[in-house]
């Protein structure tokens, strides 16, 4: 079965710090997708990033950044420069090919980050 | 804003009883799904359907029942409701089922007393 491991449950950081958060997964499909979702307190969950598993780039988007590591099975979120809007619970996701072709999410647990001015 | 939506966003109600949880998924989606987010089991998949028809199924309890209609919303039945069930039950929509991103509604949080 696959899985979705985070092993920080909770990190509190003074703003403008850079704070990385750890994903690692399990899985025995050679095509799937990771994810990585932000949920503030008020509620949503918020998509931020997709990346499949053929493309080990690292991405950047603003003072967001992710590395994908295949060798390791780790899909890590830095954030830089952190601000107090960043406070939230951060999931990371496995696309697992469901039967019937579809594909649902499997989620982390989610590591709470706690931005103090 | 994600552009699926969900109502009602709270709800409260007794122990045995059923409630309707609706879902509008964004325009263009064609499948829907359901998850159930609480403080023991975290975020679990529940079930997903694709242009009304069911596709796959999770951690769905029997009391618990989904459909999609014609128009693409989704309803999410809850029946013989126990305290456990409390929870915020989210529904996410994407294109089709081919690893693209679920964007998700602001969720219904259920309170059973």
């Known amino acids: 079965a696959q899985k979705v491991t985070q092993a920080q449950t909770e990190i509190s950081v003074v703003e403008k710090e850079d704070v990385t958060l750890d994903c690692v997964y399990e899985?025995?499909?050679?095509?799937?997708?990771l994810f990585w979702y932000k949920q503030p307190p008020s509620g949503e969950l918020v998509f931020l990033i997709r990346?499949?598993?053929?493309?080990?780039q690292n991405e950047i988007s603003g003072r967001y950044s992710w590395n994908f590591q295949k060798s390791t099975s780790s899909f890590n979120f830095t954030i830089t420069a952190s601000q107090v809007v960043d406070s939230a619970v951060y999931f990371c996701?496995?696309?697992?090919?469901?039967?019937?072709?579809?594909?649902?999410?499997?989620f982390g647990k989610g590591m709470k980050l706690t931005v103090n001015p | 804003d994600s552009g699926v939506t969900q109502t009602p966003k709270h709800l409260i109600t007794a122990t045995g009883q059923r409630v309707t949880l609706r879902c509008s998924p964004r325009?263009?989606?064609?499948?829907v799904y359901w998850y159930q987010q609480s403080l023991d089991q975290g975020l679990q998949f529940l079930i997903q359907?694709?242009?009304?028809?069911?596709?796959a199924k999770g951690n769905i309890l029997e009391r618990f029942s989904a459909q999609q209609f014609p128009d693409l919303h989704s309803e999410l039945n809850l029946s013989s409701l126990e305290l456990g069930d409390s929870a915020l039950y989210f529904c996410?929509?994407?294109?089709?089922?081919?690893?693209?991103?679920?964007?998700f509604g602001p969720g219904t949080r259920l309170t059973v007393l």
């Open positions: 996410a929509s994407s294109l089709t089922t081919n690893y693209n991103e679920q964007f």
């Open positions: 899985t025995r499909d050679t095509t799937y997708y």
């Open positions: 990346r499949n598993s053929f493309d080990e």
């Open positions: 996701a496995l696309s697992e090919a469901a039967q019937g072709g579809s594909e649902k999410l499997v």
């Open positions: 325009s263009g989606d064609l499948s």
């Open positions: 359907y694709y242009n009304g028809e069911e596709r």
